[in-house]
């Protein structure tokens, strides 16, 4: 699968990494949607993370990355989007997995647990892996509530 779009977004504790995930993906041809943060300063993760859940979920974007302290708050809203599949990833294989069983859609890094290194590993595998469907299709298809 060749992708073309990315939405990307994160709080100031994922703000040291955005940039070298930006230029990593651009460097692959694919189209970025920056939503910010732009700096430092503290912000509230809430405000970056339905901007690209939004993306993902309307097409904008095929896929959706977030970068937080921990990944656990940026993922926990992401999720609050029926239409998103966020997963929190902090090895490749995790990553991986995430896409081939989960067919998740954004990913989530713990930019304060992984190095820049393995973090750019992770976005490579997260993209590189494709859903198996089969059995996992059954799964994928029970998670949405239908209430």
């Known amino acids: 699968m060749e992708i073309k779009s990315i939405a990307i977004g994160c709080d100031h504790a994922g703000y040291p990494y955005k940039d070298v995930v930006v ?8 189209e970025v949607a920056d939503f910010g943060t732009h ?3 503290s912000v509230d993760y809430p405000d970056f993370v339905h901007p690209v859940a939004n993306a993902v979920e309307n097409g904008e974007a095929e896929f959706g990355v977030l970068l ?11 999720n609050k989007h029926q239409g ?13 997995l995430a896409r081939q069983h989960n067919n998740a859609n954004v990913l989530c890094l713990p930019v304060r647990f992984v190095s820049e290194e393995t973090a750019l590993k992770i976005v490579h595998n997260f993209l590189s892996a494709d859903f198996e469907g089969g059995r996992h299709q059954n799964r994928v298809n029970k998670i949405p509530l239908n209430c």
Do not use: H, M, Y
């Open 23 to 30: 230029t990593f993906l651009k460097g692959q041809g694919i």
């Open 39 to 41: 700096s430092p300063d």
């Open 68 to 78: 937080c302290g921990s990944g656990n708050g940026v993922a926990i809203t992401a």
């Open 84 to 96: 998103i599949r966020a997963a929190l990833c902090w090895q490749e294989e995790i990553a991986s």
